[in-house]
């Protein structure tokens, strides 16, 4: 099946710092690719939705200064946390689909586990 | 009331038993999602389905649109099979197709 890669699978850091997670389609070509955090126990909550070559759309709730998307070709996309402070610390998930049809399955990353101290 | 929910939340099961984890919604879906989230948090789908029924391995999935009702099911469980599962839906006609997820499953396989 398709695979979806994020790099890092880890980060620490210290607050202040900025960190950059990528997110790659490694055999397709994803039109559309989705950013997700999760916290312990909880269920996936969706940052952020992002088209190739266009802005982001974020949820509401989400601060788009702080959490820099880019999907600056179809089979990459990055998310950087600006100036992370430890309330950022969480597990974050890309996602991405070939096409918008109902039938397009949506392949998951492996995840980033971020802490910031 | 949570658009996507599963049951039961928590379920220990003995390596060999047939499992069942259910998923009801209350949206119109054009499809739906069951994924799979091991300890270490990577996400597997398992399935996608927007109709019937599919099968692969030991994993069984169906669905019946019109009661808004998913199962997914695993024959012969295996302590490997201990994981999250996760049902998510994708609302007909949302602006993004992005998904709604379940709150999840907890699956315990004893040996």
């Known amino acids: 099946g398709a695979v979806v890669s994020q790099h890092p699978s880890r980060v620490i850091c210290k607050s202040g710092t900025s960190v950059k997670i990528e997110c790659r389609s490694l055999d397709f070509q994803a039109t559309t690719m989705f950013w997700y955090r999760q916290f312990p126990k909880q269920s996936l909550m969706l940052m952020a939705t992002s088209n190739e070559g266009s802005k982001a759309t974020y949820e509401q709730g989400v601060e788009k200064d702080k959490f820099l998307i880019n999907h600056a070709s179809l089979t990459l996309s990055t998310l950087t946390v600006t100036s992370a402070h430890p309330e950022d610390s969480s597990f974050y998930i890309c996602?991405?689909?070939?096409?918008?049809?109902?039938?397009?399955?949506?392949?998951f990353g492996p995840g980033t586990r971020l802490l910031v101290l | 009331k949570n658009e996507v929910e599963q049951s039961p939340q928590n379920l220990t099961a003995q390596e060999g038993e047939f499992i069942t984890i259910n998923c009801s919604y209350s949206v119109g879906i054009s499809a739906l999602h069951w994924l799979q989230q091991h300890p270490g948090g990577g996400i597997v789908s398992l399935f996608m389905l927007s109709s019937g029924k599919k099968k692969h391995g030991r994993l069984i999935a169906t669905i019946n649109i019109q009661e808004k009702h998913s199962s997914l099911h695993i024959t012969a469980s295996h302590p490997r099979d201990s994981a999250v599962y996760i049902c998510?839906?994708?609302?007909?006609?949302?602006?993004?197709?992005?998904?709604?997820f379940g709150t999840g499953t907890l699956l315990a396989v004893q040996p």
């Open positions: 996602s991405a689909r070939a096409g918008q049809a109902y039938q397009e399955t949506q392949y």
């Open positions: 998510a839906v994708r609302q007909y006609g949302g602006a993004t197709n992005k998904l709604i």
